[in-house]
T-cell receptor, first 114, second 113 residues
């Protein structure tokens, strides 16, 4: 029973390029969450998705960031025109349902913008 | 706007003794709380949770206490083991938006042999 998978584990982008982070939830999980962790800080909620639907994107920056969870395939967090401040660890989590379920985290993608 | 706070960035404990990690929150609407453990280069791992209808939840060596009036929760690990050395995050969610977790900044626990 594979856990939450994220790839790539490390991603280096130059300023202005696009970053695409992928997340495959645990088998049987239909809820996906993205978090960002800046150095020396806790995880900050970004977005909550179900298949083909964005449920809550209140933590997403208004510009350059987007997320999707298509009917088939992994969830994608896309960052356009990356800047140095986007350098962080991005974690994806999944859960089987809605009410009082713990979220299971992937190993994260460490994005470095040079 | 830090709604969940872990004011101790680090804690050092001798093996076999009790580790107490603390967490404070400001939002009185929070009614579900969790603790996660994180090793370097890995994602957080769920440890234990508590809902606001309880004031204590126990799972083996791990016990979480919730004091709603003080808006405070703590994680007790007894006895502490070197393998417990990790960063511990507390997280909270509110009933009207229970899928959105607010995390503290973490406490790095070091258990010395």
């Amino acid at each position: 029973n594979a856990g939450v998978m994220q790839n790539p584990r490390h991603l280096v982008r130059r300023r202005g390029q696009e970053a695409r982070l992928r997340c495959s939830p645990m088998k049987g999980h239909s809820h996906v969450y993205w978090y960002r962790q800046l150095p020396e800080e806790g995880l900050k909620f970004m977005v909550y998705l179900q298949k083909e639907n964005i449920i809550d994107e209140s933590g997403m920056p208004k510009e350059r960031f987007s997320a999707e969870f298509p009917k088939e395939g992994p969830s994608i967090l896309r960052i356009q025109q990356v800047v140095r401040g986007d350098s962080a660890a991005y974690f994806c989590a999944s859960s089987p349902g809605t009410l009082f379920y713990e979220q299971y985290f992937g190993p994260g993608t460490r994005l470095t913008v040079t | 706007d830090q709604q969940v706070k872990q004011n101790s960035p680090s804690l050092s404990v001798q093996e076999g003794r009790i580790s107490i990690l603390n967490c404070d929150y400001t939002n009185s609407m929070f009614d579900y709380f969790l603790w996660y453990k994180k090793y370097p280069a890995e994602g957080p791992t769920f440890l234990i949770s508590i809902s606001s209808i309880k004031d204590k939840n126990e799972d083996g060596r791990f016990t979480v206490f919730l004091n709603k009036s003080a808006k405070h929760l703590s994680l007790h690990i007894v006895p502490s083991q070197p393998g417990d050395s990790a960063v511990y995050f507390c997280a909270a969610s509110a009933g009207d938006n229970f899928n959105k977790f607010y995390f503290g900044s973490g406490t790095k626990l070091n258990v010395k042999p």
